[in-house]
């Protein structure tokens, strides 16, 4: 159950109105099989709470914010403190009829793109190449209502080119360097569609720019759910241009969902995975996931849980 707290600053009482701070998130852990066994995060890569706020302005107007807190809960640091903690998806911002603005630390639209052509609803487990970065820091975001089913999402980066050569992680978060993207979504029913694009003057360490573009869609029949992704990826060097498709299937069955995907790449990597997703109620879910990435297997045993 989502747990809200209304909070009254001392400047927000003198005008009687208030903002409301809404506290949610996941637990998640997973038995880790492949070259060793061990005991870590799931596919959603750690546990998170999220710290969400929202005021009335008036006038149709309403101030947002988001705070994202990320970690594992499984190991510990020598600090006795949770291992990888961090933060992400974090912003500030306006939304209105005319749409959302919000500037800080956000999903990359081509990201959040090629979540419709995962089983999962996640890129782990596709193989697609990276679409452009998962997240861009700095990065102010406009967001358009939905007009007739269609949604466009710009992202601009605003950090000086002088910051590139320290701009990038290991975790495809952009911290620095210059980067657009943009993604226009079309849903219909059990349609949803995505045309996608991300511009990154910093790819990675030895690469200094980088173009994706991303095709993604997925139609829920009903008694199936089918996705399908195409991502082209163009490096400035030309040597290293991917080309990426994606198919998959998922069928709920009762309280469980079984999904199947395949991914490939003309480098000649190719990746299947299977899930199998057990509800055992609205906010807990007990899952497996089996994955052959070009010989490499891996398998997933966990739970996690909602709030």
Same mark, same amino acid.
């Given at each position: 159950? @989502? ?44 546990? *998170? ?18 705070? +994202?807190?990320?970690?594992?809960? +499984? ?21 209105? !009829? ?34 452009? *970065? ?85 139609? !829920? ?49 190719? +990746? ?9 109620? @609205?906010?807990? +879910? ?5 994955? !052959? ?10 739970? @996690?849980?909602?709030?």
């Amino acid at each position: 159950m @989502k747990k809200t707290l209304v909070a009254i600053a001392a400047v927000v009482a003198t005008t009687g109105a208030m903002a409301e701070a809404t506290i949610t998130g996941l637990f998640d852990a997973a038995i880790n099989t492949g070259t060793a066994t061990t005991l870590g995060s799931g596919p959603n890569g750690g546990s *998170e709470v999220i710290v969400g706020i929202s005021e009335d302005l008036g006038n149709g107007l309403k101030g947002t914010a988001a705070l +994202t807190i990320i970690g594992s809960i +499984t190991s510990m640091s020598d600090a006795n403190t949770m291992a990888g903690f961090g933060m992400y998806q974090s912003h500030i911002g306006i939304e209105g !009829d005319f749409g959302s603005i919000k500037a800080g630390a956000q999903w990359n639209p081509i990201f959040l793109a090629s979540t419709i052509s995962d089983i999962s609803g996640r890129w782990n487990s596709s193989s697609l190449a990276n679409p452009g *970065e998962l997240q861009n820091f700095n990065s102010v975001t406009y967001t358009s209502p939905s007009i007739s089913g269609f949604t466009l999402s710009y992202q601009t980066q605003l950090t000086d080119s002088a910051n590139i050569a320290a701009a990038n992680d290991l975790n495809h978060n952009s911290t620095g360097g210059k980067a657009t993207a943009y993604s226009l979504t079309y849903t219909n029913g059990g349609l949803t569609a995505a045309y996608a694009n991300s511009n990154d003057d910093y790819y990675s360490a030895d690469t200094n720019a980088a173009k994706s573009t991303l095709i993604a869609a997925s139609y !829920d029949f009903g008694v199936a759910k089918v996705h399908y992704g195409h991502l082209v990826t163009n490096i400035a060097d030309g040597a290293t241009d991917v080309t990426s498709n994606t198919y998959g299937v998922t069928v709920p069955v009762g309280a469980f969902i079984l999904g199947a995907q395949n991914s490939s790449n003309d480098a000649g990597d190719t +990746t299947n995975s299977y899930i199998v997703n057990y509800s055992m109620s @609205k906010k807990t +879910t007990v899952y497996f996931a089996n994955t !052959d990435a070009s010989g490499t297997k891996t398998n997933q045993l966990g739970i @996690k849980m909602a709030f």
